[in-house]
């Protein structure tokens, strides 16, 4: 019974990598670039939620849509102000506006939210069990998977088959041809910053009710993990990065369950490393030759 | 009338000056060819001519309308497609999708609807793969897939760049008879070729670009005797 309320544990962190993961592998699909400011995005998802709740008295319910509100807002203004300049600047620049603008947010958090870590109410309370009490399943946890398969789905289906969702698949396979047909990539790229920094809030708001500590730091390290389960199921791919997520969630679990706290993230990383050495797209991702 | 009106266009990447004082004219109902060899500045100025590139001087007019400095997604709108040079379709796209991609700027659905119908009928092929990868169609059928998909946008002027290229001498055969069809409906076409010969043949006029600048123009007919190009250009 403890097996399995580990690997429940592990597809409930999996599913937060897995939302925030799906930012990643949105962005780099239509825009090339990895977005690493994203994380940071997460945290203030988490805070306008907390202060929502804190300061102003809404409901939990309303302190999410707050904050997808004001992060898909952010995700646009950062891809207009940081990103969208370097269009035609090397990946090098881009990259590192990224990690300026990471930097930029965390600072700016610091400064409007101090250093002391807030204690985050979670978004759902209570539990059921099951097994005549062996096993216990937190609402956050249902929650959380819940929303993951709900976003899984929906993106999905936007992706396949509305005129936007096409439109960004054609953009992000060759952006000129896609111009030629009258699709604004700017718009496209856009929208693509909105869903997933809308989605990076979700996640912001899942992963502080699991884990209540809520710091100008909070979003930096599931960033980078996000990050590296996006990579691992194949960067660009959207089931690839809901695959990676949980797998990356799973893995780590069992390694703080059965081998070690401490090695939990070298275990991760290991398993990261062995999988892009047989399979250097990733899980699923497509194999895409050089155009010359 | 003028359909499309070119002028004293200069065109640099970054220090090469691409395009030298292009002037040209595409009228109404037309079928102009713009013939010339590798590197002269053909496809370059079908970029210029549809936004894809920006014009450091000169100006492009469709209709009377300055389209110079608009952004290329717009250009659609005034009736303009492009087929580009090496197909250039979405390739983890079905073929329906292409074609409904073709069509972007327009919103009324039965208008739509109909259009499709009119492509698979000069295209029976892609009606018979239009659930496919369009990666996974040939390249005469790609061809296909892309004229489609640029006449979905119902233009009025369809502009294509190299369409032989790379095609076995019977599709090539096929994709110009499908170019004079296209014509014959009523679509203005400005054509980039360098198999000279097979566009002389369907053009009404030409326009020989030489690195960068026009050195020649006139009826087709007339071109297709004219030493010099047959000499350069027809391998004769």
């Known amino acids: ?292 | 009338m003028a359909m499309l009106t070119v002028k004293d266009l200069n065109v640099y990447y970054g220090m090469i000056h691409a395009l030298k004082d292009v002037s040209f004219e595409v009228n109404q109902g037309e079928i102009v060819a713009l013939i010339g060899a590798n590197g002269a500045g053909k496809t370059t100025t079908l970029h210029t001519v549809s936004g894809l590139l920006a014009a450091k001087s000169g100006s492009v007019e469709l209709e009377g309308k300055n389209i110079t400095h608009m952004p290329g997604h717009q250009i659609v709108r005034q009736g303009m497609a492009h087929v580009p040079e090496g197909r250039r379709v979405f390739a983890g796209l079905t073929v329906y999708e292409n074609l409904k991609m073709g069509a972007y700027t327009r919103s009324d659905k039965q208008e739509i609807a109909d259009e499709l119908e009119r492509v698979y009928s000069s295209f029976p092929r892609l009606k018979e793969r239009s659930r496919q990868l369009a990666g996974t169609l040939s390249g005469g059928e790609q061809q296909m897939l892309a004229m489609g998909r640029a006449l979905m946008a119902h233009p009025r002027i369809l502009l294509m760049d190299e369409p032989s290229m790379g095609l076995s001498p019977l599709f090539v055969g096929e994709i110009f008879k499908i170019i004079e069809q296209v014509n014959k409906q009523g679509v203005t076409i400005l054509l980039v070729e360098q198999n000279a010969k097979k566009a002389l043949s369907i053009a009404n006029r030409a326009y020989v670009l030489e690195t960068g600048r026009i050195v020649k123009s006139g009826d087709a007919k007339v071109l297709m005797n004219d030493e010099d190009i047959k000499k350069a250009y027809l391998g004769e």
């Open chain 1, 1 to 292: 019974m403890t097996f399995l309320s580990y690997l429940i544990s592990g597809i409930s962190l999996g599913s937060v990598y897995a939302i925030i993961a799906l930012g990643y592998t949105m962005v780099y699909g239509i825009a090339k670039m990895l977005n690493f400011a994203h994380g940071d995005v997460i945290m203030v998802g988490a805070y306008i939620s907390f202060c929502a709740t804190s300061y102003l008295g809404l409901s939990p319910l309303v302190s999410v849509v707050l904050a997808i509100l004001v992060c898909t807002v952010l995700g646009i203004v950062i891809e207009r102000l940081a990103y969208k300049p370097l269009r035609q600047a090397p990946a090098l620049a881009v990259l590192i506006t990224a990690i300026g603008v990471s930097y930029f947010l965390q600072n700016a958090a610091l400064l409007i939210w101090k250093s002391d870590p807030k204690t985050f109410s979670a978004v759902a309370g209570g539990s059921i069990k099951l097994f005549g009490g062996e096993l216990t399943i937190s609402a956050v946890t249902i929650v959380t998977v819940v929303s993951c398969i709900v976003i899984m789905v929906g993106l999905t289906l936007f992706t396949g088959h509305t005129k936007m969702g096409t439109a960004m698949r054609a953009v992000s396979e060759d952006k000129g041809a896609a111009q030629l047909m009258g699709i604004n990539v700017n718009t496209t790229i856009s929208v693509t910053f909105a869903i997933g920094s809308g989605l990076a809030a979700i996640a912001g708001v899942l992963l502080c009710s699991a884990y209540p500590t809520l710091m100008p730091t909070t979003g930096s390290m599931p960033g980078i993990k996000a990050f590296t389960a996006a990579v691992f199921g194949g960067i660009g791919s959207i089931p690839g990065a809901m695959l990676g997520g949980i797998l990356l969630g799973v893995i780590e679990i069992f390694s703080k369950a059965y081998i070690s706290t401490q090695l939990s993230d070298a275990i991760v990383f290991a398993v990261l490393i062995v999988v892009l050495l047989v399979k250097p797209d990733g899980l699923l991702g497509k194999h895409v030759s050089e155009k010359v």
